[in-house]
């Protein structure tokens, strides 16, 4: 059946299979947002679990990013046209002066995975980019990724900057990336901190209150 193929393909991080049992999905009636939800989306949560408790590693979480957006791809133009509901909105970046992008790459992707709608600001992100980011396309969360000591201050930098722009009320804030932990997030004031891109979009819905 397609949407165990789908599952299976993106499980094991087959692109071309995911592609091919999705258009085999649409092709018997099947509809877009029952491959996402009913396929996809387990397929990457089950990755997530896999890679929290050591039985998958960064490069197979990857190629089953992968191999699910080989799969969103085909069905993000009929989502669109049935205007379905996505998760929430998250605008997601590397703070001011860091350069790293694949664990925030990964994280965007694993957020997409769970439904998110993701703008990726990309890297070097100064704190007025995420401010007007924010005000331009009022996310529901701001994702920060730092993978240095000396960019993890640009964190609190802004956080502030959302403040003093009166709109830290309105988005919830998760970070992460390897120097960062929870008693970073705390002393800095954000919501959420993630690991790991396995277990940050379960956090991002609960910071939302979508669990
Ligand atoms: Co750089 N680098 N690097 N580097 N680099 C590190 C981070 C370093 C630890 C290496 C070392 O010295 N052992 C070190 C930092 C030391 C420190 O600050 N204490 C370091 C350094 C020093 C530097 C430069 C300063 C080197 C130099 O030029 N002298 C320089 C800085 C450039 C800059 O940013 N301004 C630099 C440059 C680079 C490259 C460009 C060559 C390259 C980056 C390429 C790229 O990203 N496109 C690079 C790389 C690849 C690394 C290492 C080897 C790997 C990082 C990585 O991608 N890991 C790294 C050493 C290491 O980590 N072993 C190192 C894999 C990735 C999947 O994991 O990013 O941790 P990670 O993401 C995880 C979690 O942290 C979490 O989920 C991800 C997936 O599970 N996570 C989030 C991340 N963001 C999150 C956001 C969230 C939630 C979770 O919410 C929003």
């Known amino acids: 059946m397609s949407l165990d193929n789908i599952y299976d393909a993106v499980l094991n991080g087959k692109a ?48 089953a990013a992968r191999a699910m957006q080989a799969a969103v791809n085909i069905l993000k133009p009929l989502l669109v046209a049935a205007d379905i509901q996505s998760a929430g909105k998250v605008v997601i970046g590397t703070v001011a002066g860091d350069l790293h992008d694949i664990g925030k790459n990964l994280v965007g992707m694993m957020l997409e995975g769970a439904g998110f709608e993701i703008i990726d600001l990309g890297t070097d992100v100064s704190a007025a980019q995420f401010v007007d980011a924010v005000k331009k396309h009022q996310p529901d969360l701001v994702g920060m990724s730092a993978l240095l000591t000396t960019t993890m201050p640009a964190i609190k930098t802004t956080i502030d900057a959302l403040a003093e722009a009166g709109v830290r009320g309105q988005v919830k804030v998760i970070i992460g990336g390897a120097p960062v932990s929870q008693d970073f997030a705390t002393k800095v004031g954000a919501d959420g901190f993630a690991a790991d891109a396995g277990s940050a979009p379960r956090i991002a819905k609960t910071l939302i209150g979508a669990a």
Do not use: S
Not at 29 to 49: F, N, W, Y
Not at 55 to 62: D, G, N, S, Y
């Open 16 to 63: 071309a299979a995911a592609a091919e049992a999705t258009n085999a999905a649409l092709a018997e009636g099947i509809l877009p947002q029952d491959i996402l939800h009913k396929a996809c989306i387990p397929a990457m949560t089950e990755v997530g679990r896999l890679f929290e408790i050591g039985e998958k590693f960064v490069p197979e979480m990857l190629i």
